[in-house]
């Protein structure tokens, strides 16, 4: 059994009766170093009967589209991608028609629909703009996938509500559908599905004694025999096979696991001096290349994880995400002239210590100290989001503080990535480390960067205050009424020096809901520096909130009169 995605396609567009072809299509390669992580791709783009340069709009759609996809962020989701190159299309569509002789009359212009299929994984992409259309074919029935952008007037007057080109701004319609082996895709213009009926369209091509081309060709001579009097294309896509649900679609090649190791191997033209953590988990170790003399950090599934195939697969994974970072807070992963024999990860090794270590040694820290090193650990965070990447276990021990300051976040073990979570499931394990954890993953909730900025919050609450703002209560808190219970405690209440606006920052970031917090890392960093007006807003702060202990001091004393009352009366 085929453990790749496997696809035959057919396709033809014509100019039927016309004498221009306004339609354009396309298709990726159905085999190539990007199907695992970028996946398979075909467009459909149908250009306006008033316009002359509206074939120019849909070449280029096309063109733009199986270009460009490719070139985006392996790191970055189907949906996220595909929409960006189909935006930035439009955008150059639009102004190519403001700055040309048609820009008083866009019907005129550089005007095109478009319908693109992206089948990754297991998973069916569509994207759609304008009338032309998307189907599954069902058996021996054609469920019509996208709804036409097309504004009726009358019977026989209707207009494009919506289309690539036809304005600055672009709404795309996004559907997701998990496919099965043996499943058919069509895409069409109204050349096609105008003249020739659902039912003729799926019998043609579940006639899979014939190959995708001449079911093409087939739908195409019945809509000309139908009297077609437009630009006629169709694409067939038959998935005949598809991958497991795995990171393994990653590997060129399946690598055993590596070897137990002991100081003194040597694994790879690596030699290995001495141990720097070791767990039930994984083993890491010192290294030195023995070719460049330089020193690295070896990570290896341990005795007990080595023949399993989800924690290997996240060691390649690790090594996967550090080659598409780059930023001087993040751990580097180390390009190696030979091809590994085994399941390892090899990553710069930073000289310096953990931020718990640092902490443990500054236990109090002035505010502009802490600043700098949170700032750092942003920016860092805020290259990840920008991959669509989630650490997801950001705590003190991993991040280091090297010999010149410089805070740098290690370990993505844990690491959420949009574009390989549509290719390898998530686990049901609650990712991190239970005191750093945001709380929604406590309640079955998948994290999103906003669960990275209340990690962020904790660490810096703990760094100013030596505690944490929940205790160890959110852990506890496995339902969402038990996490309405959860009660910020001031940091201020804990640190007499810290300023009024930098409790309201934490308290922010700290918000149980995660719709509640800072949308993005930067807005947290900035009100850090700057006291945002909002925390200047005069606000009644109960006693029990400012000053705990004498809250319950005063309690006390005034249950102990009422005691003394009672008994003298």
């Not at 058919?184 to 096609?192: Q, W, Y």
């Not at 043609?204 to 630009?231: F, H, I, M």
Request: aromatic residues 8%.
């Amino acid at each position: 059994m085929s453990t790749k995605l496997n696809i035959l396609i057919g396709q033809v567009s014509v100019a039927g009766l016309k004498s221009v072809n306004q339609d354009c299509i396309g298709t990726s390669p159905s085999q190539g170093a990007f199907l695992a992580t970028k996946g398979f791709a075909a467009v459909l783009c149908d250009g306006i009967s008033s316009s002359t340069v509206s074939q120019i709009a849909s070449k280029t759609a096309v063109n733009s589209f199986l270009t460009d996809y490719y070139s985006t962020s392996e790191a970055w989701s189907v949906k996220r991608s595909a929409e960006k190159v189909l935006k930035a299309t439009n955008y150059w569509l639009y102004a190519q028609t403001k700055n040309s002789e048609y820009r008083f009359d866009f019907n005129q212009g550089y005007v095109c629909t478009c319908s693109a299929l992206v089948i990754k994984s297991n998973t069916a992409h569509i994207f759609h703009i304008g009338d032309s259309r998307v189907y599954r074919v069902l058996g021996s029935s054609l469920e019509q996938l996208t709804e036409d952008h097309r504004q009726k007037l009358n019977s026989d007057v209707s207009y494009l509500s919506r289309a690539l080109g036809m304005d600055d701004s672009l709404e795309v319609d996004y559907q997701a559908h998990r496919v099965n082996q043996g499943e058919i895709f069509v895409l069409a213009s109204d050349g096609l599905f105008d003249f020739v009926s659902s039912s003729d369209i799926a019998s043609t091509v579940n006639e899979r004694d014939l190959d995708p081309d001449t079911r093409a060709r087939k739908l195409l001579d019945k809509a000309l025999s139908a009297g077609s009097d437009d630009n006629i294309s169709v694409l067939v896509v038959e998935i005949l096979s598809l991958p497991q649900a795995s990171l393994s679609e990653l590997k060129n090649t399946p690598l055993p696991p590596a070897p137990l190791l002991q100081p003194g191997d040597t694994l790879d033209g690596l030699l290995i001096l001495r141990e720097l953590y070791v767990s039930s988990r994984s083993h890491v170790f010192l290294a030195q290349d023995v070719k460049s003399g330089k020193y690295v950090v070896v990570k290896t599934p341990s005795a007990e994880s080595r023949l399993d195939a989800a924690h290997t697969d996240t060691i390649l994974m690790e090594d996967w995400i550090a080659r598409r970072l780059n930023s001087p807070h993040l751990v580097k992963s180390v390009q190696r002239e030979t091809a590994p024999s085994c399941i390892y990860s090899v990553a710069e090794f930073v000289e310096g210590i953990t931020l718990a270590q640092w902490m443990k040694d500054n236990p109090s820290p002035d505010i502009g100290t802490v600043r700098n090193i949170i700032e750092q650990v942003a920016k860092g965070l805020q290259s990840m989001h920008r991959q669509e990447m989630v650490h997801q276990d950001l705590r003190p021990e991993n991040i280091l503080i090297d010999t010149n300051g410089t805070a740098i976040i290690i370990d993505f073990g844990a690491t959420k990535v949009a574009g390989l979570n549509e290719i390898y499931p998530a686990s049901d394990l609650i990712p991190g480390t239970a005191q750093y954890s945001a709380p929604e993953y406590f309640v079955g909730q998948s994290g999103t960067h906003r669960a990275d900025i209340f990690s962020l919050g904790v660490i810096t609450y703990q760094m100013l205050t030596g505690k944490l703002p929940y205790g160890t209560h959110v852990a506890k808190s496995t339902s969402t009424k038990a996490q309405q219970k959860l009660r910020y405690v001031s940091a201020s209440a804990l640190n007499n020096n810290l300023p009024a606006w930098i409790d309201y920052s934490l308290k922010k970031a700290l918000r149980i809901e995660p719709h509640k917090r800072y949308q993005e890392v930067s807005e947290f960093i900035y009100d850090l520096k700057n006291p945002n007006p909002a925390s200047q807003a005069k606000r009644w702060v109960p006693i029990a909130e400012r000053h705990p202990i004498l809250f319950w001091q005063r309690l006390s004393l005034g249950l102990f009169v009422l005691l003394l009352i009672s008994w003298i009366g």
